[in-house]
């Protein structure tokens, strides 16, 4: 494919990996960072054949500064780029005004420089949130921010919302979908790890002692990355106003041990067996963010399904065992994990 799109946030671990098969792809490739002259070196060391094929613009989401020129010339945007952190902030609008304003921001000039595409980075947490005991979500349900979900959830629903109402309102010729993933896992290129891989890191290095009754849905970064490609090279009508849902399947915390104990025995000797008991993750709640944000989660399950997304799209999810696999992998051959 020939053209040029804009990824925003080629720092981050999605954002990298869509840049790394758009270049393989034969798409030129434009690119935001907060800050150009530090985040440029580490980019051109990665794709150091890219040449003119990859360009890097300073431009935050905050500001509009940049964005007409990271966005001229180009076909199509790829929106990566969204606050997320480990830790809750104390200001639920710290997610909020970046996620919402910056995904208004790309739109805004991307239309203006005749961008006809716009693929967002969304969130299983703008589809599986605040409905109860409901445990089965697909690309049609919505999280219901009268519960007053976590500042993150919130401000991945609230973005995806904004977007689009603005493209209904403001370009409702834009071939506009966005791409829904669960916990992204999978291979890591440095040690600037999403918060995402921070859990398999964790479960290998020994820092998480006990297992909590918790579960997750898994997703490989190159399948999101993947899924983002082929939302720019699809027919428009395939994927105009559509949603698609990032997830190979929900897995427990103690499966997630379990299956890398199995696969990987040799990385294994730190993994925690045993079940940390309900009544510890609510003690611990009370001085630690993370804790607290798990205790709403135990025994609960959140099974995004991810097949309306490989039926439209054309492809198969790489099994959750193999993400974790590889992403156990990769944290230790690269050093990032010493065991
Ligand atoms: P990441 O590695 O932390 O990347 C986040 C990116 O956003 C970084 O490039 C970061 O730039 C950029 N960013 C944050 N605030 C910014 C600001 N104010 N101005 C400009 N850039 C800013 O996280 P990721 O896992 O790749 O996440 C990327 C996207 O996927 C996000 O939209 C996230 O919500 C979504 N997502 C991730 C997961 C997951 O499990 N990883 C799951 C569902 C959805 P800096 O390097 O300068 O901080």
Redesign the pocket.
């Given at each position: 494919m020939t053209g040029t799109v804009l990824v925003t946030?080629?720092?981050?671990?999605?954002?990298g990996e869509v840049i790394d098969q758009l270049l393989a792809d034969g798409w030129s490739v434009h690119t935001?960072?907060?800050d150009a002259a530090k985040s440029e070196p580490r980019l051109r060391a990665r794709w150091s054949d890219a040449g003119e094929r990859l360009k890097v613009f300073s431009a935050?989401?905050?500001s509009d500064a940049g964005w007409a020129q990271a966005t001229a010339g180009c076909d199509a945007v790829a929106h990566?780029?969204?606050?997320?952190p480990m830790a809750t902030p104390r200001d639920e609008n710290d997610l909020i005004v970046?996620a919402r304003d910056?995904t208004l921001r790309a739109l805004r000039f991307a239309h203006e420089a005749g961008v006809t595409r716009f693929v967002q980075?969304s969130?299983?947490?703008a589809i599986a949130y605040g409905h109860g005991d409901k445990e089965h979500f697909d690309q049609n349900d919505w999280t219901n921010l009268a519960a007053d979900p976590p500042p993150y959830i919130k401000s991945?629903t609230i973005a995806e919302r904004a977007a689009r109402d603005w493209v209904a309102d403001n370009a409702p010729g834009m071939v506009f979908c966005s791409i829904n993933?669960?916990?992204?896992f999978g291979p890591v290129y440095d040690g600037d790890l999403?918060?995402?891989v921070e859990i398999v890191k964790k479960m290998i290095d020994g820092s998480i002692p006990l297992l909590p009754d918790m579960g997750i849905g898994v997703v490989d970064v190159r399948d999101v990355a993947k899924m983002h490609v082929l939302a720019l090279e699809a027919p428009a009508a395939t994927v105009a106003g559509e949603r698609f849902p990032a997830s190979a399947s929900f897995l427990w915390m103690r499966d997630m041990a379990a299956s890398l104990r199995r696969r990987a025995p040799e990385l294994s000797r730190k993994i925690p067996t045993r079940a940390m008991p309900d009544w510890l993750v609510g003690v611990l709640g009370l001085f630690m963010a993370e804790m607290k944000l798990i205790k709403g989660e135990l025994g609960k399950v959140r099974d995004v399904s991810g097949k309306h997304s490989e039926d439209v799209l054309g492809f198969t999810f790489i099994p959750a065992e193999q993400s974790l696999e590889d992403t156990a992998r990769s944290l230790t051959e690269r050093g990032i994990v010493k065991l």
């Open positions: 946030g080629g720092t981050g671990y999605i954002g935001t960072v907060r935050d989401l905050l990566v780029a969204s606050p997320f970046p910056g980075t969130s299983a947490a991945k993933p669960v916990a992204v999403s918060t995402s």
